[in-house]
């Protein structure tokens, strides 16, 4: 147990509490704070290690897609590397080879002069692990791996796919930390140069598995770094008494309190005068905490909005600084910044005076009176007019004093000569987060009072989640309608703003997996015609069978306008209806299948003079109703298929699996509250918005018996289309099979993100046909036929649909 003793006011030293505190003797003062861990582990250490395994995987796919270009550029330097001087050469090798072994050893016999022999068995278990994971992993890819990489990492010759004894040597420097020190560094790369050199000369390495050895014991020495730890070298709380001091201060006691919102250590510092310092300490190995976050901010947003990912000690240091004094300049009520200074190379120090204030997020929603509310926007306008961005205005951002009167702190997210957009940024996050404490009314009023209409009605079109911080964000989890009931306020108070759009965003998640989904996609129906000639496949098809599922992918077409005339009650006229069908084929292009064609039938209900509810109702029945459609006719056919066969291709077992599967989700729908939840809500909106249009429909038997012939036509046009796609190139399956294996894969379509469900509908079919009893080359055939009829073909008179009906603002 460490012994803590601190001077009470007499003088005399008293006991504290021995279980999480040490005390540190800086001449008579004892510093206060928890037992510091004699090692950490680093966030850098785990971001390098993850950057190291990032870009090995990238070279390995850069060399698997540009083959050719790599085996070029390799036997460059493999031919350049064989033009050498014989002597040279040798030279070369032997050097390489012996001074691979002896630098390393000579680092290790300095670092236990300098009594730092801890730092050499860390490179000594990097080593250990680099050799012993290299081999594995080199024999997993010469005896089991996959044929592409065995050949980039070997050229098809007998060597080591990645060298084990440069892998440890790579592994060790990297734990030992050499490149800190610069003349050890040169000497250790120019080794590794001069052995890669003799092995490209005995064509005993290939370019690829150089990189990738480079680079896996890079990975494994930040591995061990991470795991095992580092020396903590942050300074304890007697520096930080000891850099006070030079700084004029007196201190007479220190304690070790909170850390701030960014991991910062903070401590409460005691005067010889009676006055106190609230004190921040900046590490340095602090500066990428949570940088994954912050990078993944900085290419999501715009550059006006993002921070700075990472920044140098020194450049933390002078932007909180400066933010300070600007916001003392400005005469808000902020703590004084009375001095700086950094610690040794691995920290520094910022001093506030000491306000004894409490932060906002423990003050109880009944003390935030409107006086406390006005002091607030009075401080921000203060900041506002001199272009200062505080970018943290949340609870514990925001003090009051004993007084009632408000006290801003955090100074270091903000901004000095902050543009327009950063400063109605403040606006919207400091409303969003009053009106989680006190209502959206009472907020906006109150904001009102001292900026004005125009100023929320400027930051009117910032209310998004995307731009508010983390911590609100979060809280509006619990209340998602905060936002629009903001919109509302605001307009209510100034229903004449112009409110243009402001798109924050670079891109959405949503866009992301979508292009990553597409790529796979892609990449998949490549594989696929790699594997057939698209040339023969449409040439040696049966003209006969490809007629009729021509024939039967128009009737779908036609499907699908009778479908939507069914749930309209207003009257549409067919072709145009038809027309617009067509052109929902050229909008899946860049559209997921679900979304495409409801986006293009709201829109052109819409434009035929109905209500956006009224629209929305009914191209949500229809979708309700096709989805009911498709279930029941996916369990028909698979017990049809099931009864009446005896194949290996049995969907009566199928069916009772997918009758358990649902069973199952529905126990976890009905027994997760949050998921309960989420399912009520979203129902509670479907049969509010969609039962009414329904109870219209039925009111009128034509309307729901066009409905219904519609939706039925239009699975059995499909099915009917791969039925005859098969049949053009000989296959021999029962309509009910191909039924079932459709209904399945475009239900897996339906879900995936891709254009059109690119890559999953092409996946699922070829499978089900498999399995069904088709070989796979005829399988793969079938379907490539059945996707260029039903989903590029029509592409062209899509567009020219889609172009005709925007000309005539049909659309």
Not at 125 to 149: C, E, K, Q, R
Not at 554 to 572: D, I, K, T, Y
Not at 710 to 727: K, P, Q, R, Y
Request: charged share 20%.
């Amino acid at each position: 147990m460490a012994d803590i003793r601190e001077r009470d006011d007499t003088g005399d030293l008293t006991e504290g509490d021995p279980t999480v505190a040490q005390a540190r003797p800086d001449h008579d003062v004892y510093v206060v704070e928890p037992l510091l861990p004699q090692r950490l582990r680093r966030p850098s250490d785990l971001l390098r290690f993850g950057a190291t395994l990032a870009a090995m995987v990238a070279v390995l796919l850069i060399a698997l897609v540009a083959k050719q270009t790599l085996n070029g550029l390799e036997k460059d330097v493999t031919e350049g590397a064989t033009r050498l001087p014989e002597l040279l050469s040798r030279v070369a090798t032997f050097l390489g080879g012996a001074a691979l072994l002896v630098v390393p050893v000579a680092f290790a016999v300095e670092r236990v002069f300098h009594r730092d022999g801890l730092r050499v068995a860390e490179g000594l278990v990097a080593a250990i692990l680099g050799m012993v994971i290299s081999f594995l992993l080199g024999s997993w890819i010469v005896t089991a791996g996959p044929v592409d990489l065995r050949l980039l990492l070997t050229g098809n010759r007998d060597i080591e796919p990645l060298n084990t004894l440069l892998t440890s040597v790579i592994a060790y420097s990297t734990a030992v930390r050499i490149s800190r020190r610069p003349t050890w560094r040169a000497l250790m790369w120019t080794v590794i140069g001069l052995y890669a050199l003799a092995f490209f000369t005995g064509y005993q390495i290939t370019l690829v598995g150089g990189i990738v050895t480079v680079l896996l014991g890079m990975a494994i020495g930040y591995g061990t770094l991470y795991g095992v730890g580092s020396p903590d070298t942050r300074p304890p709380g007697n520096a930080v008494v000891a850099a006070l001091r030079k700084l004029s201060f007196t201190p007479v006691s220190a304690r070790r309190i909170d850390d701030d919102h960014q991991g910062s250590r903070r401590y409460a510092i005691g005067l010889k005068d009676g006055t106190s310092l609230d004190v921040t300490v900046l590490d340095r190995d602090r500066q990428v905490a949570g940088l994954p976050y912050r990078l993944w901010r900085r290419i999501r947003l715009n550059s006006e909005t993002r921070r700075r990912a990472i920044r140098s000690l020194r450049a933390e240091l002078e932007r909180e600084a400066l933010m300070a004094y600007a916001a003392q300049a400005a005469g808000a009520s902020t703590p004084r910044l009375l001095g700086t200074s950094e610690i040794g190379t691995e920290a520094a120090l910022l001093a506030y005076e000491h306000l004894d204030t409490r932060p906002l997020d423990e003050v109880p929603d009944s003390e935030i009176d409107d006086n406390v509310l006005a002091q607030i926007w009075e401080q921000i306008e203060l900041l506002q007019i001199q272009r200062l961005a505080h970018r943290r205005l949340t609870g514990d951002g925001i003090h009051l004093d004993p007084a009632g009167r408000v006290v801003l702190t955090d100074a270091r997210s903000g901004e000095i000569a902050a543009g327009d957009l950063l400063l109605r940024l403040d606006v919207a996050q400091l409303l969003t987060y009053l009106a989680l404490r006190v209502g959206p009314e009472r907020s906006v009023r109150a904001a009102a009072a001292v900026m004005g209409p125009d100023a929320l009605a400027a930051a009117l079109p910032l209310l998004q989640r995307i731009a508010l911080t983390r911590e609100t964000r979060a809280a509006l989890a619990k209340d998602k309608a905060l936002l629009g009931n903001l919109r509302e306020q605001i307009v209510a108070l100034k229903p004449q703003s112009k409110v243009e759009e402001i798109r924050l965003e670079r891109f959405r998640p949503r866009t992301l997996v979508t292009i990553i989904a597409s790529a796979l996609a892609a990449y998949f129906l490549l594989s696929q015609l790699s594997r057939v000639n698209l040339v023969q496949v449409v040439t040696t098809a049966n003209w006969a069978w490809s007629g009729i599922a021509l024939v039967a992918s128009f009737v779908s077409f036609v499907a699908a306008a009778l479908m939507l005339r069914g749930f309209v009650p207003e009257h549409l006229p067919l072709w145009r209806t038809v027309l617009v069908q067509f052109a929902s084929s050229f909008v899946k292009l860049v559209a997921p299948a679900a979304v495409g064609g409801i986006a293009i039938n709201t829109r052109y209900l819409q434009k035929r003079g109905i209500s956006p509810a009224s629209a929305v109702a009914s191209v949500g029945a229809s979708q309700l109703v096709m989805l009911i459609f498709h279930i029941g006719l996916l369990l028909l056919f698979a017990y049809i298929t099931g009864s009446s066969t005896a194949t290996s291709f049995t969907p009566s077992r199928g069916l009772v699996v997918a009758m358990l599967a649902v069973a199952v989700l529905a126990v976890l729908l009905l027994g997760v509250p949050q998921l309960r939840r989420l399912v009520t809500a979203r129902m509670r909106r479907l049969f509010s918005n969609v039962l009414p249009r329904l109870l219209d429909v039925l009111q009128s038997p034509s309307k729901m018996i066009e409905a219904c012939s519609g939706t039925l036509m239009i699975t059995l046009a499909f099915v009917a289309c791969l039925d005859a796609c098969v049949a053009a190139f000989g296959g021999s399956l029962s309509f009910t099979t191909v039924a079932v294996v459709y209904l399945t894969a475009n239900a897996i379509g339906s879900a995936a993100p891709t254009p059109g469900g690119l890559g999953a509908v092409e996946a699922s079919l070829t499978l089900g046909l498999t399995v069904a009893g088709l070989d796979a080359p005829l399988a793969t055939s079938a379907v490539l036929l059945y996707r260029l009829l039903t989903f590029w073909l029509p592409v062209l008179p899509g567009w020219a649909a889609f172009t005709h009906l925007q000309r005539d603002e049909a659309l």
